[in-house]
């Protein structure tokens, strides 16, 4: 994975894994301080599209690990 200077990731379309983006978004967002985290802003940070937040989503919802507020 490479990064850029505005730490925003730029992701090969192997790198674009279900799997590998899960890991990388909680890597990101792991920290009890943080409640919210907007989809926009969590696309824009990992440099993919929107529609993958939502795949990442949903796949923590069937295991789970998100709650809708």
Not at 9 to 24: A, F
Request: charged share 25%; aromatic share 14%; with cysteine.
């Amino acid at each position: 994975m490479m990064e850029s200077s505005s730490r925003h990731y730029v992701y090969s379309r192997k790198q674009k894994s279900i799997g590998l983006l899960c890991s990388n978004f909680l890597s990101m967002y792991n920290m009890d301080a943080i409640e919210f985290i907007g989809l926009d802003e969590a696309a824009a940070k990992l440099g993919v599209e929107r529609g993958r937040i939502y795949d990442i989503v949903n796949v923590w919802k069937v295991l789970g690990f998100y709650e809708k507020s």
